[in-house]
């Protein structure tokens, strides 16, 4: 294994009570950094700008109205940025910031600019941190009604780590959240139970999935979508609680962690 693409979701990022989820991301970011210093090259997708920017600007909740959501994403985007440049930092870690919309993936020319620059990031040893650029783009947040329809590329931060692992030629993504894995019945439920490891992601693997909390835009829906998307590409996934200790060095280090999602052959 030499690339891997992590992907941290809105409920690693942030606590419950809407603040930030400082210690958490910290030990993400020592675990990152641990396996950059072994030679590994990280990409990190990394959702949180609209919570942080709701938690800044001290709005009682996620607005709904679309600029107030950019406006959100603008005021988040700087706060989350500097919260990964410090703590990287200190550990000795270069990092950039990477937005992207699906214009990067849609037109040719940007697509393979995206990819030399990050491939050129990589050979640099600096850990580029992803997003999806809110502030500017409406694409990936709700598409006016008078624009015409497109077919939708991504359109949250599990799809986007997909495109970028498939793109990037990476050799394991990683969706962090905050639950296990996928569980055969709503993990609420007595006796669910966590499958470990799924061959092929078909509908009844799909019926599993349940919302989410409401903070993020995935959910684990969105999840296996994404997971499809990398697996048939020939790509392996885990779903995993950015919670559990160590989860990153437990997951490279071969343990069975969260699902594993076995790509295609």
């Known amino acids: ?154 359109g949250d931060n599990d799809k986007l780590s997909a495109l970028l692992m498939k793109h990037i030629d990476a050799d394991l993504l990683v969706l962090l959240s905050d639950v296990d894995g996928l569980y055969d019945r709503n993990p609420t439920d007595t006796g669910a139970q966590l499958l470990t490891e799924v061959a092929c992601i078909d509908e009844g693997i799909l019926a599993l999935a349940h919302g989410g909390n409401g903070r993020g835009r995935g959910g684990m829906t969105s999840k296996l979508e994404s997971a499809r998307i990398a697996i048939e590409a020939g790509k392996p996934v885990i779903i995993a609680n950015g919670r559990t200790p160590q989860v990153l060095e437990r997951i490279v280090g071969g343990e069975a962690v969260g699902t594993r999602f076995i790509a295609n052959a």
């Open 1 to 154: 294994m030499r690339r891997i693409v992590v992907k941290l979701g809105t409920n690693v990022i942030m606590r419950a009570d809407g603040k930030v989820a400082l210690g958490l991301l910290c030990g993400l970011v020592e675990q990152i950094a641990a396996l950059r210093a072994q030679g590994l090259e990280v990409l990190v997708v990394s959702s949180g700008s609209i919570g942080l920017g709701v938690e800044r600007l001290g709005l009682a909740e996620r607005p709904t109205a679309l600029e107030q959501i950019q406006a959100c994403a603008a005021v988040g985007q700087s706060r989350l940025m500097a919260l990964y440049e410090d703590a990287f930092d200190r550990l000795g870690c270069r990092i950039a910031q990477v937005l992207l919309t699906e214009d990067d993936f849609r037109d040719p020319l940007r697509h393979n600019n995206l990819r030399a620059t990050l491939r050129a990031l990589l050979s640099l040893g600096v850990i580029p941190i992803v997003n999806e650029n809110d502030t500017v783009s409406t694409m990936e947040l709700d598409r006016p009604a008078e624009s015409e329809p497109r077919e939708r590329i991504f």
